[in-house]
């Protein structure tokens, strides 16, 4: 950020009086500029124990596997985010959605929020983001394709989740751990 | 939003290419500028089966009591969003915290995670922007002073759960209904 959204000015990074964090605050009006995490709200929807997947037609990880998932919009639920983005991505209609898990991504300020639900019908196909869309098994899932960390956990934990037989309205809750080499460890809180 | 964080010319509200919504698009160096939901964090923290609770002592809703909760902020966890708030809050040490709830407010454009846990210690007292804390009595609650809605669902949904002797991994959900009268109703999804 360098310039006022309000006024146009030039802002600078400072600690407003109250505050014990670095904004961006505008040198003209004054307006503090806060800047927060996003929540990315996403579905794990079965169709008869196949799990839906769509391949990404969108940079990043172009051409990987990926549970349908997107930023959530001003004006919905974290819910209807979930099913907004089932449908955009897979053109999937979810139904029976129950929160499954809360993941931090604190290094980069994300929130997922992931849902299970059922698809209403088979009928699936790729939205405008994604190449092509597949109802997997669990033993075909496309582990080493997929597109992001959060997704490989979403779906350990589902699996775990079913051969727990736990009740269904568990929720999980975890956080990314970036290490120094890229790679995400999970713990469970 | 009037101008560009990037290079300070002045914004549109166009729907982009491949977009379905308006976005303030900047006319200048074609920046698109995103909002999103806030996601706000807090705590139903006891002490011996009382409740902590904060007298607000800044807008909105000054004087009134409140949950421990504030907006989440870049770079940490759900849950240490609701510690940090805590401790900022009511200079009060959270330990054991879980997921409680996951409230949608679409009118505002939030989303309340609420955890659930101990005081480490009875140690509390008011920070910067309380007038003071108390520990209540479930029968003490001051229902009628307190400051949103949210907080409210928070404690009823609490005293429900604790009643029920649900098992402790119990995450709700909830979205708000702004009425037209401005009261808030629920609906558990």
Redesign the interface.
Known sequence: ???????????RQIIPQ?DN?LRFVCAGCGTI???????VCGAILTWQDKILLCRRAIEPRYGLWTLPAG??????????AAARESMEEANAVAKK???FA?F?L??I?Q?Y?MFHGELANEQVSAG?ESLETGLFNIADIPWSELAFPVINRSLQLYIEHLQKDT?R???Y?A?AIKQADGKVDWVN?
Request: proline share 4%.
């Open positions: 950020m360098k310039f006022c959204s309000q006024c146009g000015q030039a802002v109250g964090r500029h806060y800047s927060n995490p996003n929540n930023f959530m919009e001003n004006g919905e639920t974290v819910m209807e959605l129950d929160l809360v931090s604190p290094h300020s929130v929020l405008t009740k309205s568990a929720v809750t956080t809180r």
